[in-house]
Nanobody, 115 residues
Framework: QVQLVESGGGLVQAGGSLRLSCVASGISVSLNAMAWYRQVPGKQREWVATITSTGNTVHADSVKGRFTISRGSTKNSMYLQMNLLKPEDTAIYYC?????????WGQGTQVTVSS
């Protein structure tokens, strides 16, 4: 059974940094594409970044140059380093992966950026 557990969210001032973590079980982070999404209540879930099984990364234009997705070298984990945070980055951030055409999501971690 695939499980994803996010952590690392919190309250930060604009311009600050946070590092989100996603610990996976039932799936190998190094063998599967993994992604981060975010959602503001009342709005559609938005894709943020993806890391492929080969380690290639892609980031949404809205976070490019500020956020960096990566995988852990020793833990079955994925990370999102978020720098230069803006109030519009406030959202619940979700870890995502797909296996055999089924999508898996974590429970989410809240990020709040104050101006």
């Amino acid at each position: 059974q695939v499980q994803l557990v996010e952590s690392g969210g919190g309250l930060v001032q604009a311009g600050g940094s946070l590092r989100l973590s996603c610990v996976a079980s039932g799936i190998s982070v190094s063998l599967n594409a993994m992604a981060w999404y975010r959602q503001v209540p009342g709005k559609q879930r938005e894709w943020v970044a993806t890391i492929t099984s080969t380690g290639n990364t892609v980031h949404a234009d809205s976070v490019k140059g500020r956020f960096t997705i990566s995988r852990g070298s020793t833990k079955n984990s994925m990370y999102l380093q978020m720098n230069l945070l803006k109030p519009e980055d406030t959202a619940i951030y979700y870890c995502n992966t797909a296996l055999f055409s089924r999508n898996y999501w974590g429970q989410g971690t809240q990020v709040t950026v104050s101006s």
